[in-house]
Protein backbone atom coordinates (compact mmCIF):
# COMPACT_ATOMS: atom_id res chain seq x y z
CA UNK A 1 0.00 0.00 0.00
CA UNK A 2 1.17 3.43 -0.59
CA UNK A 3 1.99 5.63 2.21
CA UNK A 4 0.15 8.54 1.99
CA UNK A 5 2.53 11.62 1.88
CA UNK A 6 2.43 13.79 4.98
CA UNK A 7 0.14 17.39 4.44
CA UNK A 8 1.23 20.44 6.47
CA UNK A 9 -0.38 24.05 6.74
CA UNK A 10 1.83 27.26 7.02
CA UNK A 11 0.12 30.18 8.24
CA UNK A 12 2.08 33.91 8.32
CA UNK A 13 1.66 37.49 9.10
CA UNK A 14 4.29 40.20 8.57
CA UNK A 15 5.04 43.67 7.41
CA UNK A 16 4.33 43.74 3.25
CA UNK A 17 7.49 44.32 1.26
CA UNK A 18 8.49 42.49 -2.08
CA UNK A 19 10.23 38.55 -1.83
CA UNK A 20 7.60 37.18 0.78
CA UNK A 21 6.36 34.67 -1.45
CA UNK A 22 9.66 34.03 -2.89
CA UNK A 23 11.13 33.14 0.35
CA UNK A 24 8.51 30.71 1.54
CA UNK A 25 8.16 28.89 -1.88
CA UNK A 26 11.75 28.27 -1.99
CA UNK A 27 12.20 27.04 1.64
CA UNK A 28 9.38 24.81 1.08
CA UNK A 29 11.12 23.76 -2.40
CA UNK A 30 14.23 23.08 -0.60
CA UNK A 31 12.56 20.87 1.88
CA UNK A 32 11.19 18.52 -0.95
CA UNK A 33 7.25 20.14 -0.75
CA UNK A 34 5.09 20.63 -2.80
CA UNK A 35 2.64 23.35 -2.45
CA UNK A 36 -1.55 22.35 -3.11
CA UNK A 37 -2.90 25.39 -2.14
CA UNK A 38 -2.16 28.71 -1.95
CA UNK A 39 -3.41 32.06 -0.71
CA UNK A 40 -2.11 35.47 0.21
CA UNK A 41 -3.68 38.94 0.97
CA UNK A 42 -2.19 42.70 1.26
CA UNK A 43 -3.93 44.85 3.70
CA UNK A 44 -3.22 47.97 2.50
CA UNK A 45 -4.66 49.88 5.78
CA UNK A 46 -2.69 47.92 8.17
CA UNK A 47 0.44 47.52 5.52
CA UNK A 48 0.16 43.68 6.60
CA UNK A 49 0.59 40.59 4.24
CA UNK A 50 -1.23 37.21 5.66
CA UNK A 51 -0.73 33.86 4.08
CA UNK A 52 -1.42 30.11 4.10
CA UNK A 53 -0.19 27.55 2.24
CA UNK A 54 -1.11 23.53 2.31
CA UNK A 55 1.86 21.59 1.00
CA UNK A 56 2.60 17.67 0.83
CA UNK A 57 5.91 16.45 2.43
CA UNK A 58 8.07 13.69 1.68
CA UNK A 59 7.71 10.96 4.18
CA UNK A 60 11.39 11.15 5.16
CA UNK A 61 11.21 14.91 6.20
CA UNK A 62 9.10 15.57 9.49
CA UNK A 63 7.29 18.68 10.36
CA UNK A 64 10.49 19.85 12.24
CA UNK A 65 12.56 19.98 9.20
CA UNK A 66 10.38 22.30 7.32
CA UNK A 67 10.04 24.84 10.76
CA UNK A 68 14.28 24.68 10.50
CA UNK A 69 13.86 25.75 6.90
CA UNK A 70 10.99 28.16 7.47
CA UNK A 71 12.79 30.01 10.57
CA UNK A 72 15.59 32.26 8.83
CA UNK A 73 13.00 33.31 6.39
CA UNK A 74 10.38 34.56 9.37
CA UNK A 75 12.88 36.22 10.65
CA UNK A 76 14.11 37.94 7.87
CA UNK A 77 10.43 38.97 7.41
CA UNK A 78 9.55 39.40 11.01
CA UNK A 79 6.36 37.42 10.59
CA UNK A 80 4.47 35.66 12.91
CA UNK A 81 3.82 32.16 11.95
CA UNK A 82 2.78 28.43 12.33
CA UNK A 83 2.93 24.96 11.10
CA UNK A 84 0.83 22.43 11.74
CA UNK A 85 0.46 18.69 10.83
CA UNK A 86 -2.98 18.58 8.79
CA UNK A 87 -3.80 15.06 10.06
CA UNK A 88 -3.44 16.66 13.98
CA UNK A 89 -7.01 17.74 14.89
CA UNK A 90 -7.11 21.16 16.28
CA UNK A 91 -9.27 20.94 19.77
CA UNK A 92 -12.46 22.65 19.75
CA UNK A 93 -14.22 24.55 22.26
CA UNK A 94 -17.86 25.65 20.98
CA UNK A 95 -19.64 28.91 23.01
CA UNK A 96 -23.30 29.30 22.89
CA UNK A 97 -26.07 31.07 24.37
CA UNK A 98 -29.92 30.20 24.39
CA UNK A 99 -30.76 28.09 20.84
CA UNK A 100 -28.56 25.93 19.92
CA UNK A 101 -29.02 25.37 16.02
CA UNK A 102 -25.03 25.88 15.34
CA UNK A 103 -24.50 23.90 18.40
CA UNK A 104 -26.62 21.09 16.51
CA UNK A 105 -25.34 21.61 13.21
CA UNK A 106 -20.99 21.59 14.58
CA UNK A 107 -21.94 18.42 17.23
CA UNK A 108 -23.41 16.24 14.17
CA UNK A 109 -20.73 17.20 11.85
CA UNK A 110 -18.33 16.23 14.50
CA UNK A 111 -20.22 13.23 15.59
CA UNK A 112 -19.97 11.70 11.50
CA UNK A 113 -16.53 12.60 11.06
CA UNK A 114 -16.73 15.12 8.33
CA UNK A 115 -15.89 18.16 10.92
CA UNK A 116 -11.91 18.52 10.56
CA UNK A 117 -11.38 18.86 14.36
CA UNK A 118 -12.38 17.42 17.90
CA UNK A 119 -14.98 19.33 19.87
CA UNK A 120 -13.80 19.25 23.92
CA UNK A 121 -16.45 21.46 25.63
CA UNK A 122 -18.93 23.54 25.63
CA UNK A 123 -20.04 26.28 27.32
CA UNK A 124 -23.15 28.90 27.83
CA UNK A 125 -24.75 31.53 29.66
CA UNK A 126 -28.03 29.30 29.32
CA UNK A 127 -28.81 25.79 30.61
CA UNK A 128 -30.98 24.77 27.24
CA UNK A 129 -28.09 23.32 24.86
CA UNK A 130 -27.21 20.75 28.08
CA UNK A 131 -29.27 17.64 26.18
CA UNK A 132 -27.35 18.49 23.13
CA UNK A 133 -24.14 17.77 24.91
CA UNK A 134 -25.49 15.42 27.04
CA UNK A 135 -26.22 13.40 23.50
CA UNK A 136 -23.25 13.43 22.13
CA UNK A 137 -21.25 13.23 25.39
CA UNK A 138 -19.45 16.21 25.35
CA UNK A 139 -18.60 18.37 28.97
CA UNK A 140 -20.74 21.17 29.60
CA UNK A 141 -19.97 24.33 31.04
CA UNK A 142 -22.90 26.27 32.66
CA UNK A 143 -21.50 29.48 33.34
CA UNK A 144 -24.15 32.50 33.94
CA UNK A 145 -23.24 36.01 32.81
CA UNK A 146 -23.88 39.52 34.20
CA UNK A 147 -22.20 42.52 34.76
CA UNK A 148 -20.88 41.80 38.06
CA UNK A 149 -19.25 38.36 37.35
CA UNK A 150 -17.86 38.61 33.96
CA UNK A 151 -14.20 38.99 35.06
CA UNK A 152 -14.80 35.81 37.05
CA UNK A 153 -16.16 34.13 34.28
CA UNK A 154 -13.37 35.27 31.82
CA UNK A 155 -11.07 34.13 34.51
CA UNK A 156 -12.81 30.91 34.54
CA UNK A 157 -13.02 31.07 30.61
CA UNK A 158 -9.24 31.45 30.11
CA UNK A 159 -8.68 28.63 32.73
CA UNK A 160 -10.25 26.10 30.52
CA UNK A 161 -9.04 27.21 27.34
CA UNK A 162 -5.13 26.97 28.79
CA UNK A 163 -5.93 23.81 30.54
CA UNK A 164 -7.20 21.94 28.06
CA UNK A 165 -5.15 23.43 25.04
CA UNK A 166 -7.96 24.62 23.18
CA UNK A 167 -6.96 25.41 19.86
CA UNK A 168 -10.27 27.33 18.78
CA UNK A 169 -12.79 29.00 20.24
CA UNK A 170 -15.96 29.13 18.30
CA UNK A 171 -18.93 31.27 19.73
CA UNK A 172 -21.95 29.77 17.76
CA UNK A 173 -24.72 32.32 18.30
CA UNK A 174 -22.92 33.67 21.79
CA UNK A 175 -24.71 36.46 23.06
CA UNK A 176 -21.92 37.53 25.25
CA UNK A 177 -19.48 40.59 24.30
CA UNK A 178 -15.52 39.12 24.77
CA UNK A 179 -13.23 41.41 26.51
CA UNK A 180 -10.32 42.55 24.62
CA UNK A 181 -7.99 41.13 27.31
CA UNK A 182 -9.94 37.67 26.10
CA UNK A 183 -9.50 38.57 22.48
CA UNK A 184 -5.97 39.67 22.52
CA UNK A 185 -4.85 36.55 24.41
CA UNK A 186 -5.63 34.34 22.20
CA UNK A 187 -4.89 36.38 18.76
CA UNK A 188 -6.33 34.08 16.04
CA UNK A 189 -7.98 31.20 17.99
CA UNK A 190 -11.76 32.92 18.50
CA UNK A 191 -13.84 33.02 15.66
CA UNK A 192 -17.58 34.44 15.22
CA UNK A 193 -20.00 31.91 13.23
CA UNK A 194 -22.91 33.80 13.92
CA UNK A 195 -24.53 35.08 10.84
CA UNK A 196 -25.86 38.57 12.27
CA UNK A 197 -24.68 42.14 12.01
CA UNK A 198 -22.52 41.75 14.62
CA UNK A 199 -19.87 43.83 16.06
CA UNK A 200 -22.49 46.73 14.76
CA UNK A 201 -25.16 45.35 15.93
CA UNK A 202 -23.97 43.37 19.20
CA UNK A 203 -26.30 42.27 22.11
CA UNK A 204 -29.56 40.42 22.81
CA UNK A 205 -31.63 41.43 19.42
CA UNK A 206 -28.71 42.35 17.06
CA UNK A 207 -31.66 41.33 14.45
CA UNK A 208 -34.08 44.30 15.78
CA UNK A 209 -31.17 46.74 15.91
CA UNK A 210 -30.22 46.25 12.35
CA UNK A 211 -33.67 46.04 10.40
CA UNK A 212 -34.31 49.49 12.70
CA UNK A 213 -30.95 50.80 11.34
CA UNK A 214 -32.33 50.14 7.95
CA UNK A 215 -35.86 51.43 8.43
Known amino acids: MTETAPRYVLKLQCPDRPGIVVGVASALTRGGGNILESAQFGDLQTGLFFMRVCFTAPQS ?5 FEYLMTPVANAFGMDWSLNDEAVKPRILVMIS ?11 RWHIGSLPGDIVAIVSNHEQARSC ?26 DLIE ?18 DVCSRFPGKIINIHH ?13 AGRMSAA
Open 98 to 108: KFDHCLQDLAY
Open 61 to 65: KPLSS
Open 196 to 208: SFLPAFKGAAPYI
Open 163 to 180: SEKIDLVVLARYMQVLSD
Open 133 to 158: ANHYHLPYHYWPATKDNKAEREAQLI
